[in-house]
C-alpha cells in the first residue's frame, strides 16, 4: 500500500507545481511589483520536499536490490526475456545463466563495428538506455547534491550553461520550481550563459560534460566584451554594474574565473563520460580553480560508480592481458573482486544481443552486494599500428608526462589518428599523428615534439621495441588552435544518429574529422 500512496503523493504534488507559474516568472514579478511571494516560496518548499520523497523512496529500492543482487539481476534478466529480446530468445522463461550465455554469444558495440564499414558515427547502446536506472540515478544525484550543498537548490541557485544537460533523466520540474536560472525557451549555449553571466548569486553550474563547459569558459574569452555588451545594452542600473564586474573579471584572466564571475560558486556539475580528464584537470587548474566536483560519493577526488542490479542487465567480463579475445566467460555483479579489471557487457530489453561496451572500470569497493567501479579505459581508443596497442590510458600518461616538461603550458584537449588514416605514412614508417590544444605555448620546437616519443617509450616496453627496430616511426605532434576540438564536437553532435554529447573520441578512425583537425593546425 505504500507504494501507490507515495505514487499518489507525488503526482498531486506535481500537479500543484505544474499549475503554479515557474519560480523564475514569479521572481521578475516579485522585483517589479513584490507581488506573490508567499506562492514562491510554496512552489519552493513543495518541489524540495517532494524531491526528498522521491529520492528517499529510489535510496529504499537501492537498498533492497543491492543487499539481494543475484535475485535482483535474475528479475533484470526476465524482464529482458520478456521484452523485445523474447522473440529471439528460444527459452524466454529459462533464466539460467550457462543456457543465457550458450544462446546469445557476446557481441562488440555498433560503434567499434561501424569503424569498417560506415562514414557515420553511430552511438554506443549504453546511451540509449533510459527509464528506471536513469530517473534514480538523478533522483539521488539530485539528493547527494542537495545535502553536500544545501544551497545550491536555493531559488536562483543554479544554471545550466549548456544546451544538453548533466542528469541522466531531466526533470523539468526542480528546474522550474527550485528556481533554475534558465530564460524561457532558451537551448543554445550563448543565451543559457548571458542568463547565468546575469546572475552573481549563483551556486552551482551545469553543463552537459566538462569539455563542453570548456567551450564555454574558452568562448567567453574570446566573446566576452561582446557579451558584456549584450548585458549592458538597455538594462537597467544593476545589470549596468553586473557588465562593470564582468569586464573586471575577464580582465584578470582564466585563473579563477569563475569564482570571480559568481562569488558564492560551489560546485559544477557534469555528465562523467569518457575522454573529459583533460578538461576536467584544465578547469580545476584554470577557471574553475577552487570549485568542488560531485559525485555520489562527494568526499571523493574521483568519481565513484554504483553498478546497479536492475535494468538494464550488467555482466563482466574480466580483462586478462594479452588474452583477452579469448576470454568469453562473463560475471555477475555479486561475483566481481576489488582490485580487478572488467569489460562491461549489457543486454537490454529492447536490445538483441549481449554487447561488450568496450568500457573498462577496476572494482574498487563494494556497496552490499554490488560493485563500486572507478572507469580506467574504452578498449577502442587504444592506438595499434605495429600490434604495440597502446591503451588510451596509457597514451594518456604518456602525454601527459610530455606536456609536463613543455615550459608553461597547460594541455586543454587533444587526439591521436594512426598515419594510414590520413595516408602520412607513404615512405616512412607508420605512425601516430597526435593533434593538441595548449593554454601557455604558441609553438612547438622540435625538441618538445620529441619528447612526447621518449615518454612513449618510457611508459611501453613494446613500442620501444618497435621503435628500435624501426617497424613504428615516431610520434608526430601538432599544435591546433583555439575552436579546433569545438568543431570536432560540432561534427560529431551533426551525426543525425549521435547521441550528444558522447564520450570525446581519443582516437579518431574517420579521415573526414581527422582533416578537420589537420586545417587547423598552427604549428
Request: aromatic letters at 4%.
Amino acid at each position: 500500500m505504500l507504494l501507490p500512496l507515495l505514487l499518489s503523493l507525488l503526482l498531486l504534488s506535481l500537479s500543484l507545481l505544474l499549475l503554479l507559474p515557474p519560480l523564475a516568472l514569479l521572481q521578475r514579478q516579485h522585483c517589479q511589483g513584490a507581488r506573490l511571494p508567499w506562492l514562491a516560496g510554496l512552489q519552493h518548499h513543495v518541489a524540495q520536499r517532494i524531491l526528498g520523497l522521491a529520492a528517499a523512496w529510489q535510496h529504499r529500492r537501492l537498498e533492497q536490490s543491492t543487499l539481494l543482487a543475484h535475485q535482483s539481476q535474475q528479475q533484470a534478466l526476465r524482464r529482458c526475456l520478456r521484452g523485445g529480446l523474447g522473440s529471439q530468445y528460444p527459452f524466454p522463461g529459462n533464466t539460467d545463466m550457462d543456457v543465457f550465455r550458450n544462446h546469445l554469444p557476446l557481441t562488440k558495440s555498433s560503434l567499434a563495428q561501424e569503424e569498417n564499414s560506415a562514414k557515420k558515427l553511430l552511438p554506443p547502446p549504453s546511451s540509449q538506455h533510459r527509464g528506471e536506472a536513469s530517473l534514480q540515478a538523478t533522483l539521488l544525484g539530485l539528493a547527494a547534491l542537495n545535502e553536500a550543498y544545501p544551497e545550491v537548490l536555493a531559488p536562483g541557485g543554479t544554471a545550466r550553461v549548456t544546451p544538453t544537460s548533466p542528469w541522466p533523466c531531466p526533470l523539468p520540474w526542480p528546474c522550474h520550481a527550485l528556481g533554475q536560472v534558465r530564460p524561457p525557451g532558451a537551448e543554445d549555449s550563448r543565451a543559457l550563459l548571458l542568463e547565468a553571466l546575469r546572475s552573481p548569486g549563483l551556486r552551482a553550474l551545469e553543463a552537459g560534460t566538462a569539455t563542453e563547459l570548456l567551450d564555454v569558459f574558452l568562448g567567453l574569452e574570446a566573446d566576452g566584451e561582446e557579451l558584456t555588451e549584450a548585458i549592458a545594452s538597455g538594462s537597467p542600473a544593476p545589470l549596468t554594474r553586473r557588465a562593470a564586474e564582468l569586464q573586471e573579471a575577464l580582465e584578470q584572466g582564466p585563473r579563477g574565473l569563475a569564482l570571480r564571475l559568481w562569488p558564492k560558486l560551489q560546485v559544477v556539475v557534469t555528465l562523467d563520460a569518457g575522454g573529459q580528464a583533460e578538461a576536467v584537470a584544465a578547469l580545476g587548474a584554470l577557471w574553475c580553480q577552487g570549485v568542488m566536483g560531485l559525485n555520489l560519493w562527494p568526499e571523493q577526488p574521483h568519481g565513484l560508480y554504483l553498478l546497479s542490479p536492475g535494468a538494464p542487465f550488467i555482466e563482466l567480463l574480466p580483462i586478462k592481458e594479452e588474452t583477452q579475445e579469448d576470454v568469453t566467460s562473463t560475471l555477475l555483479l555479486a561475483e566481481a573482486q576489488e582490485g580487478e579489471e572488467y569489460e562491461l557487457v549489457l543486454t537490454h530489453h529492447t536490445g538483441l544481443s549481449r554487447c561488450r561496451l568496450g568500457d573498462v572500470v577496476r572494482v574498487v569497493g563494494s556497496y552490499n552486494q554490488c560493485p563500486v567501479v572507478r572507469f580506467i579505459r574504452r578498449l577502442d581508443q587504444a592506438l595499434n599500428v605495429r600490434g604495440e596497442d597502446i591503451a588510451e590510458d596509457t597514451f594518456s600518461e604518456a602525454l601527459s608526462q610530455a606536456v609536463g616538461q613543455w615550459p608553461g603550458a597547460k594541455l586543454l584537449d587533444h587526439s591521436c589518428v594512426e598515419s594510414s588514416i590520413l595516408d602520412s605514412s607513404e615512405g616512412s614508417a607508420p605512425h601516430y599523428e597526435v593533434f593538441v590544444m595548449l593554454r601557455g605555448l604558441r609553438n612547438l620546437s622540435e625538441e618538445n615534439r620529441d619528447k612526447l616519443d621518449h615518454c612513449l617509450q618510457k611508459t611501453s616496453p613494446r613500442y620501444k621495441s618497435l621503435r628500435f627496430r624501426g617497424s613504428v616511426g615516431p610520434a608526430r605532434v601538432h599544435l591546433v588552435g583555439q575552436g579546433a576540438f569545438r568543431a570536432l564536437r560540432e561534427a560529431l553532435a551533426a551525426c543525425p544518429v549521435s547521441c550528444f554529447p558522447p564520450g570525446m573520441p581519443r582516437v579518431i578512425r574517420h579521415k573526414h574529422l581527422a582533416q578537420l583537425l589537420q586545417k587547423r593546425v598552427v604549428s
